[in-house]
């Protein structure tokens, strides 16, 4: 049995981020009362479908179906029951009987006798089927089925079958002709945001805008504020599954180099490097801070003979940045090793490992890009098989030839870099680049300076897209030479004794990168905020969930 249409998509706006504060809120109350009267609809619709069944009558079956008692949920016994992920529902199954469990994901009654009930999981959703019958299926257990609130956890044990039409409403392509149903954990009646809407495509959510069409849009703030929810979206399933595979490949990458993983303190005495603004605490009656990168310690395990490592951890910098692609928490990337001659030996690094971890997401992850593209659809990252690296210099060049003036010796800013990268795409066909020799007063004090230039630095940034996703360079060793670029500075030698010293008990030269993982997800996908690549995003204005 295959479901009827599917009733028309929603039609209320609540784009909260346009409009004066009195039409938003107007809106937004228009918005929540078209909501209610689509929520009394849809339970008057349900059941006056259903009217004269009784939950409370005696049911002969009543064992078949209903909540779960909350000692039958504590670990009260291992069964064995064999379990089906919804996601391997196949035809193979027909008139086997199943047992699964997923989120009641759409719930719909069609008669006294019929329900239809999508249970979801993982992405992946199949059609429940209760039809009354003697026996098998009573009309209490219907009115059960459609008595569950949507997004409730439901285990169903079930025979498969195959109605031999393609079903709209689910992704699997088969039924389950409904034996058993138990709630084992309910949701709210009434949840804060709809799974559907949250998940909807931006470029349906357009069209209709531009048709005069109402459509809900779920803002950015209301997605955060009830991330649980927002992460339940297909889109949402597929970018945190990119996020580990970037971080896998990172470290299958340098492990296969010769790195070691390693973890550096996170609680750090005095103010970490300097620069940037640190998060400040309190250690035991010490002053401390949140390390701002693992850079220090990262060098130092190089001085413990480690020749190379690499860490994945948490980075804190109290930026007062409130723009698209800083947060105050993010995962870091880091890799710092031995070279022999040259810091073009980090750069081959960096070349090699992300070329490998593009083409494999490329080529293992194409059902997760595909499904954050029909939400924000994007093109495929253009990137070449040898990486190109141009000098500050040249970049400098570009611009100044498409008529954009920068300071030779300063940063780009975040316009400029974007320029580039454009310049850079249409010129070498590519939208992931090194830029390196860095002027050195834009550096931090441990980069190596240019052998040939001293306003220079042995150093790189790399971008996607036109933005900054690395930044790396060969670092001073040389313990005198470290303090002297330290007070040059502006820092105090003494508070970072402890990392100068470590070189002054012999060090060999080396370099690293750190790369911002949000950011390399971010930018691969095309997204247009680094909140929608961090699970739980921490910025300046956010601290919560
Ligand atoms: P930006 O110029 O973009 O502020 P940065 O030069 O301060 O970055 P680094 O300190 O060199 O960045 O950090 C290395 C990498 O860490 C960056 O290239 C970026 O990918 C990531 N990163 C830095 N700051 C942040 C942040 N606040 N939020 C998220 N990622 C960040």
């Known amino acids: 049995m295959s479901e009827p249409k599917n009733p028309p998509v929603d039609s209320v706006t609540e784009d909260l981020q346009e409009g004066s504060q009195s039409k938003k809120a107007a809106k937004k109350e228009a918005a929540k009362l078209e909501k209610q009267r689509r929520r009394e609809q849809h339970a008057s619709s349900a059941s006056s479908a259903l009217a004269g069944v009784s939950l409370d009558a005696p049911d002969p079956l009543a064992a078949n179906y209903g909540d779960v008692p909350l000692e039958d949920l504590q670990s009260k016994a291992v069964t064995g029951r064999k379990w089906t992920e919804i996601g391997s529902l196949t035809e ?3 008139d086997q009987s199943v047992l699964i469990r997923g989120r009641a994901h759409t719930i719909r009654a069609v008669s006294k006798k019929i329900a239809f009930l999508v249970v979801r999981e993982r992405g992946f959703t199949v059609q429940c089927v209760l039809t009354a019958a003697a026996d098998l299926v009573s009309g209490q257990m219907v009115k059960f089925a459609t008595s569950l609130s949507k997004e409730s956890f439901v285990d169903v044990e079930g025979i498969v079958s195959v109605p ?7 992704s699997q392509q088969v039924e389950v002709q409904v034996r058993k149903l138990y709630c084992v954990g309910k949701a709210l009646p009434a949840l804060p945001i709809n799974i559907e809407d949250a998940g909807r495509s931006e470029i349906f959510i357009e069209k209709a805008l531009q048709a005069g069409e109402q459509v809900v849009r779920v803002n950015q703030d209301t997605r955060l504020n009830f991330r649980v929810l927002d992460l339940r979206t297909p889109a949402n ?19 296969s180099e010769g790195f070691v993983g390693i973890h550096t303190p996170k609680l750090i005495a005095g103010s970490s490097e300097g620069g940037s603004a640190v998060f400040k605490l309190d250690y035991k009656g010490q002053p401390a801070c949140l390390a701002q990168s693992p850079q220090l310690h990262k060098q130092m395990a190089i001085c413990g003979d480690f020749g190379r490592v690499f860490e994945i951890g948490p980075v804190f910098r109290a930026e007062d940045s409130y723009t698209h692609r800083h947060l105050c928490e993010f995962t870091g990337l880091d890799a710092e090793m031995e070279i022999k001659e040259h810091y073009s030996e980090v750069m081959d690094i960096v070349d090699r490992l992300f070329v490998a971890m593009f083409d494999h997401l490329n080529e293992k992850c194409q059902k997760e890009l595909e499904t954050i593209g029909n939400q924000y659809p994007f093109e495929p990252l253009k990137y070449l098989r040898k990486t190109l690296r141009l000098t500050f210099q040249e970049g400098v060049q570009m611009l100044k030839d498409a008529g954009v003036e920068v300071d030779p010796l300063g940063d780009l800013n975040t316009e400029s870099e974007r320029k580039l990268g454009q310049l850079v795409a249409e010129k070498y066909g590519t939208e992931f680049y090194i830029l390196h020799r860095y002027p050195l007063a834009v550096r931090p004090f441990y980069t190596m300076p240019c052998f040939d230039d001293p306003a220079y630095s042995n150093s790189f940034d790399v971008f996607i897209r036109g933005e900054e996703i690395i930044s790396g360079a060969q670092r001073v060793h040389i313990p005198e030479f470290l303090a002297t670029r330290a007070e040059a500075c502006g820092i105090e030698v003494k508070t970072i004794s402890t990392y100068i010293d470590s070189f002054r008990y012999g060090a060999p030269p080396h370099g690293g990168f750190g790369v911002g993982l949000e950011r390399v997800v971010m930018l691969f996908c095309a997204l247009n905020n680094i909140r929608k690549t961090s699970l739980f995003p921490r910025d300046p204005l956010r601290i919560t969930p």
């Not at 945190?240 to 490949?249: A, D, H, S, W, Y």
């Open 237 to 255: 399933q597929g970018i945190f599954r990119i996020q580990c595979q970037v971080e896998n490949v990172f470290r299958q990458f340098l492990l």
């Open 164 to 170: 031999g039409v393609h079903i709209k409403s689910a």
């Open 92 to 94: 193979d199954l027909k």
